[in-house]
């Protein structure tokens, strides 16, 4: 008798089924439909049963990977997975020398799962279902999904690229566990490599909160920041202090609104980082949620900007007393790696409403109150404009996009714009200057 051969549905299957530490990876998303259309497949389901998983996967893969490609959307799994061998080198920086073969089995056959293509499953089902023409044309017809022959290069030169390139060109991932182990050592689990800027939700009915990653956060960078040198100087000394290791304060950037407070954290963020710099945006009425954050952050590589924009408090406000605690470093005992940035309208934080009769010690309470923003290591203000640098901000602006103004005309026009809408601030001249390109262009 001739050897034994499994079928091709059959190879895959125990495939999937050797899977240990990354068996997460296809229980949900791309994965989890891709190991459910296989389980079909193998079980010879109706060709009904199989074409819906077969679709039912392709949309998955659409939404996930925006060309369809299934060995990029399982990379990215790779790269962010939080198993007990990604966790253990973040925490310890090293696993048993004995798990190394088994990780290198694992890979190889992640590898040969990633590198079935839509034909593969198309004549899985085309041999197991061959009576009917008819179901073979509507089989033939199914949405193709990516086959990736173009080597892939790294977006930018963040090692989570650089890791997911090596993968991506790479015919036996079990030569890449070296490659995976001093990934996982150096930058640690789940998208903090992977993202530089994420926001904290926590809805209704919802207990624990999680951080969601911003896929295109402001490209802003400090160059398209005019003005305001100093206060811009004094944020990356401290940001560099920060990622140096070095002691570095919590900011409070303070100033009348349109000033380019927010704009210049977030233009800092994409200046540092592919050096390992993070923002995360935490809503004011979410700051007693920092304990919480703080554990998932606390063994982290990277290092975190919590940023919390539009700072002002009501009296009595319990976020406000969040703040003070964490402020105060009363939060169980903040890690090296976070830092707060905030920015206000106001200088002391507190919508003041004092009543003399109400309160015997309202003076005591009073101070406390306006004593919050003391509590920020470094304040930094941020004022309006006077009319010369109003109208500088305009002419860097042009400049920069390198529009062609007579300097009379755009200075006489820029004045009445401030005038007439939001007053003299760089978000005003930024407007301004929307306007006027817009009006120039459509002149022609």
Request: charged share 30%; proline share 2%; glycine share 6%.
């Amino acid at each position: 008798m001739g050897a034994f051969r499994m079928k091709r549905q059959e190879e895959i299957k125990l495939n999937l089924d050797s899977l240990c530490l990354y068996k997460g990876i296809f229980e949900e998303g791309v994965g989890g439909k891709f190991s459910t259309l296989i389980k079909k497949i193998s079980k010879d389901k109706s060709i009904g049963e199989c074409i819906k998983a077969y679709n039912e996967f392709t949309y998955e893969l659409f939404s996930k990977s925006k060309n369809l490609s299934f060995k990029e959307a399982i990379v990215e799994e790779i790269l962010l997975a939080h198993n007990p061998f990604s966790v253990g080198l973040e925490v310890n920086g090293e696993i048993p020398d004995f798990t190394i073969l088994g990780i290198k089995n694992e890979l190889k056959a992640l590898g040969e799962i990633v590198s079935l293509n839509s034909k593969d499953i198309k004549k899985i089902l085309v041999d197991n279902y061959k009576e009917s023409e008819d179901v073979k044309n509507r089989i033939n017809s199914l949405i193709d999904w990516a086959v990736d022959e173009k080597k892939y290069l790294a977006k930018t030169t963040m090692p989570f690229e650089k890791t997911k390139e090596s993968l991506m060109n790479s015919n036996d991932w079990s030569l890449c566990a070296e490659n995976l182990i001093d990934y996982h050592k150096n930058n640690g689990t789940g998208r903090a490599p992977a993202y530089s800027a994420f926001v904290w939700e926590r809805f209704e009915n919802d207990d624990e909160g999680h951080l969601r990653e911003v896929k295109n956060p402001d490209p802003i960078r400090l160059s398209d920041l005019i003005g305001y040198e100093m206060q811009k100087e004094e944020i990356l000394d401290n940001t560099k202090h920060f990622l140096q290791g070095l002691p570095a304060n919590n900011l409070l950037l303070y100033g009348a609104r349109g000033t380019g407070k927010s704009s210049t954290v977030k233009a800092i963020l994409n200046e540092y980082y592919e050096q390992g710099l993070r923002l995360i945006e935490v809503d004011k009425e979410q700051l007693s949620d920092f304990t919480r954050i703080i554990r998932l952050l606390r063994h982290k590589k990277q290092k975190f900007i919590i940023f919390v924009d539009d700072l002002v408090f009501q009296e009595n406000e319990a976020s406000y007393s969040a703040l003070k605690t964490i402020l105060e470093g009363r939060v169980e005992n903040r890690p090296d790696n976070i830092l707060i940035y905030a920015t206000t309208n106001r200088r002391h934080l507190i919508q003041e409403k004092f009543s003399n009769e109400d309160e015997i010690h309202s003076k005591d309470t009073r101070e406390e109150q306006l004593s919050l923003a003391d509590r920020f290591g470094i304040t930094i203000s941020f004022f309006t404009p006077n009319q010369n640098e109003f109208l500088k901000i305009v002419d860097g602006i042009v400049e920069g996009k390198g529009l062609e103004v007579d300097k009379e005309y755009l200075h006489s026009e820029a004045l009445k714009w401030e005038k007439w809408h939001n007053g003299r601030s760089p978000r005003s001249a930024k407007q301004f200057i929307n306007w006027l390109e817009a009006t120039l262009k459509s002149q022609k």
